[in-house]
């Protein structure tokens, strides 16, 4: 019985900060969460502020404008 091998794609497509945590969705279904602890600028940013994201790189990272920042994807991998 042959075994299918599943393609990992890190690749965000869609992106949710809550009041206490961010979450990642990639390409390949897998879902990434932070506590938004660890990005001080989204934790004291508004809803609004949060929610005006937009990848970056080919979805390899996520940039929020009015706050001035940038997290990549492959650093929450890193931290996962």
Do not use: C, Y
């Not at 019985?1 to 990642?24: E, G």
């Not at 390409?27 to 949060?50: K, V």
């Not at 994201?53 to 920042?69: K, M, N, T």
Request: proline share 6%; charged share 25%.
């Amino acid at each position: 019985m042959p075994i299918s091998a599943v393609k990992l794609d890190p690749t965000a497509i869609d992106v949710v900060v809550t009041d206490d945590r961010l979450v990642v969705t990639l390409a390949d279904g897998r879902e990434l969460a932070a506590p938004l602890a660890w990005f001080p600028r989204l934790l004291e940013a508004s809803d609004s502020q949060r929610r005006n994201w937009r990848l970056i790189g080919r979805g390899q990272g996520i940039h929020w404008p009015d706050v001035d920042e940038d997290i990549s994807v492959v650093s929450l991998l890193r931290a996962a």
